[in-house]
Protein backbone atom coordinates (compact mmCIF):
# COMPACT_ATOMS: atom_id res chain seq x y z
CA UNK A 1 0.00 0.00 0.00
CA UNK A 2 0.96 3.44 -0.94
CA UNK A 3 1.91 5.51 2.00
CA UNK A 4 -0.18 8.82 1.85
CA UNK A 5 0.64 12.22 3.26
CA UNK A 6 -2.23 12.45 5.70
CA UNK A 7 -5.25 11.76 6.93
CA UNK A 8 -7.97 13.83 8.08
CA UNK A 9 -9.92 12.39 10.56
CA UNK A 10 -13.09 14.03 11.63
CA UNK A 11 -16.81 14.74 10.94
CA UNK A 12 -19.47 16.45 8.58
CA UNK A 13 -17.55 19.46 8.27
CA UNK A 14 -14.23 17.29 7.56
CA UNK A 15 -15.96 15.16 5.15
CA UNK A 16 -17.72 18.28 3.13
CA UNK A 17 -21.31 17.57 4.19
CA UNK A 18 -23.12 19.67 1.97
CA UNK A 19 -20.78 20.73 -0.59
CA UNK A 20 -19.76 18.44 -4.26
CA UNK A 21 -16.88 16.49 -3.09
CA UNK A 22 -14.93 18.74 -4.57
CA UNK A 23 -15.09 21.35 -2.11
CA UNK A 24 -14.80 19.42 0.73
CA UNK A 25 -11.55 21.63 2.39
CA UNK A 26 -9.20 18.30 2.62
CA UNK A 27 -9.59 17.68 -1.12
CA UNK A 28 -9.03 21.55 -1.91
CA UNK A 29 -6.00 21.86 0.52
CA UNK A 30 -4.48 18.81 -0.89
CA UNK A 31 -4.57 20.53 -4.55
CA UNK A 32 -2.88 23.58 -3.04
CA UNK A 33 -0.08 21.74 -0.94
CA UNK A 34 0.06 18.93 -3.30
CA UNK A 35 -0.26 15.97 -0.88
CA UNK A 36 -2.06 13.29 -0.81
CA UNK A 37 -4.51 13.82 1.69
CA UNK A 38 -7.19 11.06 2.26
CA UNK A 39 -10.15 12.24 3.79
CA UNK A 40 -12.00 9.95 6.83
CA UNK A 41 -14.32 12.28 7.81
CA UNK A 42 -18.05 10.70 8.56
CA UNK A 43 -21.45 12.62 9.19
CA UNK A 44 -22.15 12.81 12.53
CA UNK A 45 -19.36 11.39 14.28
CA UNK A 46 -18.06 11.98 17.71
CA UNK A 47 -14.97 11.72 19.29
CA UNK A 48 -15.55 8.12 20.54
CA UNK A 49 -16.83 7.28 17.48
CA UNK A 50 -13.42 8.38 15.82
CA UNK A 51 -11.95 6.64 18.28
CA UNK A 52 -13.46 3.27 17.80
CA UNK A 53 -12.26 3.61 13.64
CA UNK A 54 -8.96 5.11 14.25
CA UNK A 55 -6.68 1.81 13.47
CA UNK A 56 -8.78 0.89 10.66
CA UNK A 57 -9.05 4.67 9.23
CA UNK A 58 -5.36 6.03 10.49
CA UNK A 59 -3.27 3.48 11.26
CA UNK A 60 -3.76 0.73 9.07
CA UNK A 61 -3.31 3.73 5.77
CA UNK A 62 0.36 4.19 7.41
CA UNK A 63 -0.11 8.06 6.97
CA UNK A 64 2.94 10.25 7.43
CA UNK A 65 0.91 12.47 9.63
CA UNK A 66 -2.96 12.51 11.22
CA UNK A 67 -4.97 15.35 11.52
CA UNK A 68 -8.15 14.98 13.97
CA UNK A 69 -10.93 17.57 14.45
CA UNK A 70 -13.30 15.89 16.88
CA UNK A 71 -15.77 17.43 19.28
CA UNK A 72 -18.14 19.39 17.99
CA UNK A 73 -21.18 16.79 17.61
CA UNK A 74 -20.39 15.68 21.32
CA UNK A 75 -21.14 19.26 22.41
CA UNK A 76 -24.53 19.30 20.28
CA UNK A 77 -25.27 16.13 21.62
CA UNK A 78 -24.31 16.93 25.21
CA UNK A 79 -22.26 14.61 25.46
CA UNK A 80 -20.01 15.16 28.62
CA UNK A 81 -16.52 17.13 27.30
CA UNK A 82 -14.33 14.57 30.03
CA UNK A 83 -15.68 12.23 27.48
CA UNK A 84 -14.70 13.40 24.14
CA UNK A 85 -11.44 14.58 25.97
CA UNK A 86 -10.50 11.01 26.99
CA UNK A 87 -11.58 9.74 23.60
CA UNK A 88 -9.26 12.50 22.12
CA UNK A 89 -6.14 11.21 24.33
CA UNK A 90 -6.64 7.98 23.40
CA UNK A 91 -6.89 8.91 19.58
CA UNK A 92 -3.27 10.40 19.70
CA UNK A 93 -1.89 8.31 21.89
CA UNK A 94 -2.76 5.11 19.34
CA UNK A 95 -1.11 7.52 17.03
CA UNK A 96 2.24 7.88 18.58
CA UNK A 97 2.71 4.60 19.36
CA UNK A 98 2.20 4.15 15.91
CA UNK A 99 4.83 6.62 15.17
CA UNK A 100 2.48 8.86 13.34
CA UNK A 101 2.83 12.60 13.60
CA UNK A 102 -0.75 14.58 15.12
CA UNK A 103 -2.34 17.95 13.80
CA UNK A 104 -5.25 18.81 16.08
CA UNK A 105 -7.93 20.89 14.87
CA UNK A 106 -10.09 22.61 16.93
CA UNK A 107 -14.12 23.51 15.32
CA UNK A 108 -15.55 26.02 14.62
CA UNK A 109 -17.98 28.02 16.49
CA UNK A 110 -21.82 27.86 15.43
CA UNK A 111 -23.44 30.62 14.16
CA UNK A 112 -26.04 31.65 16.87
CA UNK A 113 -27.97 33.99 14.83
CA UNK A 114 -28.61 31.73 11.62
CA UNK A 115 -29.50 28.39 14.30
CA UNK A 116 -32.36 30.30 16.05
CA UNK A 117 -35.13 29.35 13.64
CA UNK A 118 -33.89 25.64 13.40
CA UNK A 119 -31.86 24.67 16.73
CA UNK A 120 -31.80 21.10 17.66
CA UNK A 121 -28.65 20.62 19.99
CA UNK A 122 -29.02 19.27 23.76
CA UNK A 123 -28.70 22.68 25.22
CA UNK A 124 -29.17 26.47 24.49
CA UNK A 125 -27.40 28.18 21.67
CA UNK A 126 -25.79 30.73 24.07
CA UNK A 127 -24.87 27.83 26.48
CA UNK A 128 -23.76 26.04 23.38
CA UNK A 129 -21.66 28.49 22.00
CA UNK A 130 -19.43 28.87 25.53
CA UNK A 131 -19.25 25.04 25.49
CA UNK A 132 -17.32 25.47 21.72
CA UNK A 133 -15.38 28.74 23.24
CA UNK A 134 -14.43 26.87 26.40
CA UNK A 135 -13.22 23.07 24.51
CA UNK A 136 -11.15 25.61 22.40
CA UNK A 137 -9.77 26.47 25.40
CA UNK A 138 -9.04 23.20 26.67
CA UNK A 139 -7.49 21.93 23.40
CA UNK A 140 -4.89 24.88 23.45
CA UNK A 141 -4.03 24.05 27.09
CA UNK A 142 -3.94 19.95 26.21
CA UNK A 143 -2.23 20.60 22.70
CA UNK A 144 0.33 23.66 24.07
CA UNK A 145 1.32 20.94 27.17
CA UNK A 146 1.80 17.55 25.03
CA UNK A 147 3.59 19.95 21.81
CA UNK A 148 0.91 18.79 19.62
CA UNK A 149 0.59 21.55 16.74
CA UNK A 150 -2.66 23.36 16.26
CA UNK A 151 -5.37 24.67 13.39
CA UNK A 152 -7.71 27.16 14.80
CA UNK A 153 -10.34 26.95 12.58
CA UNK A 154 -12.70 28.86 15.37
CA UNK A 155 -10.73 31.77 15.86
CA UNK A 156 -9.20 32.30 12.03
CA UNK A 157 -12.76 31.38 10.19
CA UNK A 158 -14.47 34.78 10.84
CA UNK A 159 -10.96 36.98 10.00
CA UNK A 160 -10.64 34.62 6.74
CA UNK A 161 -14.36 35.01 5.72
CA UNK A 162 -13.91 39.06 6.00
CA UNK A 163 -10.76 38.81 4.39
CA UNK A 164 -11.93 36.62 1.42
CA UNK A 165 -15.50 38.86 1.30
CA UNK A 166 -17.50 36.02 1.95
CA UNK A 167 -20.68 37.23 3.60
CA UNK A 168 -22.09 33.78 4.28
CA UNK A 169 -20.16 30.99 5.44
CA UNK A 170 -22.37 28.87 6.76
CA UNK A 171 -25.50 27.03 5.22
CA UNK A 172 -27.02 26.06 8.29
CA UNK A 173 -24.83 27.43 11.55
CA UNK A 174 -23.21 24.47 11.75
CA UNK A 175 -22.02 23.11 8.24
CA UNK A 176 -19.88 25.65 5.91
CA UNK A 177 -21.12 26.67 2.55
CA UNK A 178 -18.94 25.78 -0.62
CA UNK A 179 -17.26 29.41 0.11
CA UNK A 180 -16.67 28.38 3.69
CA UNK A 181 -15.08 25.18 2.75
CA UNK A 182 -12.52 27.01 0.67
CA UNK A 183 -12.09 29.38 3.72
CA UNK A 184 -11.52 26.11 5.58
CA UNK A 185 -8.60 24.95 3.34
CA UNK A 186 -6.86 28.46 2.79
CA UNK A 187 -6.21 28.18 6.64
CA UNK A 188 -5.42 24.76 6.78
CA UNK A 189 -2.88 24.95 3.96
CA UNK A 190 -1.63 28.50 5.79
CA UNK A 191 -1.13 26.90 9.43
CA UNK A 192 0.16 23.41 7.57
CA UNK A 193 3.12 25.76 5.85
CA UNK A 194 3.78 27.55 8.81
CA UNK A 195 3.90 24.08 10.99
CA UNK A 196 6.38 22.51 8.35
CA UNK A 197 7.98 25.70 7.69
CA UNK A 198 6.81 25.72 4.37
CA UNK A 199 7.13 29.22 2.36
Not at 183 to 189: P, Q, R
Request: charged share 25%.
Amino acid sequence: MAKVDLVCLGDSVVYGYGANKKYAWPYLASRILGIDILNKGENGDTADGMNVRFVEDVVFNRPKEVFIMAGANDILMGIPQAHTQESLDMMIQKARRSDIPVIVGIPLQIDGEMLKNGWFSFYSIEYTMELFAGYRKWLLEYCAKNQIPVIDFQKKFPQYLERAGVSRGFQDGVHPTQDGYKVMADIFCDTYKEIHGIQ
